[in-house]
């Protein structure tokens, strides 16, 4: 797993009509259909978590950072996945439960996706095609890959796994988006 982030060109974006915004995902505890229109006008987060990875403590900063920004207009949108070494096996509840339990998590969490391969969710199909998003291809490497959208829901910037929410590099592109 390389350490560096990717950030897109952002004259490409600006030149990109494509918008997360025509997605929607189901809530964690809810199931309820979620339309992701609902955040426009605000900069995105979105971010893969599980449980049980070495990376799970990057839910402490993820919050830090709700808490911060917030009521400046960022969105963080956590989507639990089991794709690497099955390290979220939870049900909606106990994920629910572990992220409440030990993170004070109150960003919005949906529910547990595939980010990768057969039935990848159409979320991670947007955000990993170069014919989706308008922007780029990539690969979700690992938990805790993260996606900056603007306040169109266009994609803006990429960050690898080991790159934390509370990395100056991070905190610089989301406030240059608020």
């Known amino acids: 797993m390389s350490k560096k982030k990717v950030v897109v060109d952002p004259e490409v974006v600006e030149a990109s009509g494509n918008s997360i915004h025509t997605y929607q995902a189901k809530t964690l505890l809810?199931?309820?259909?979620?339309?992701?229109?609902?955040?426009?006008?605000?900069?995105?987060?979105?971010?893969?978590?599980a449980s049980k990875c070495g990376l799970t403590p990057q839910y402490k900063s993820l919050q830090e950072l709700h808490t911060k920004y917030a009521a400046q207009g960022l969105s963080i949108l956590g989507f639990p996945s089991n794709d690497f070494m099955k390290q979220e096996p939870g049900t909606s509840e106990e994920i629910a439960d572990f992220c409440q339990k030990n993170y004070g998590v109150e960003f919005d969490m949906f529910e547990k996706v595939k980010v990768k391969g057969e039935g990848q969710h159409p979320i991670y199909?947007?955000?990993?095609?170069?014919?989706?998003?308008?922007?780029?291809?990539?690969?979700?490497?690992?938990?805790?890959?993260?996606?900056?959208?603007?306040?169109?829901?266009?994609?803006?910037?990429?960050?690898?796994?080991?790159?934390?929410?509370?990395?100056?590099?991070?905190?610089?592109?989301?406030?240059?988006?608020?």
């Open 30 to 49: 809810e199931g309820a259909d979620k339309d992701l229109a609902d955040y426009n006008g605000k900069v995105l987060l979105v971010v893969n978590t």
């Open 125 to 178: 199909q947007f955000l990993t095609s170069k014919d989706l998003n308008g922007v780029q291809d990539s690969n979700v490497e690992w938990n805790f890959q993260k996606y900056l959208l603007d306040k169109n829901g266009k994609l803006v910037a990429i960050f690898n796994p080991r790159v934390t929410v509370d990395s100056e590099e991070v905190i610089q592109k989301i406030e240059e988006l608020l």
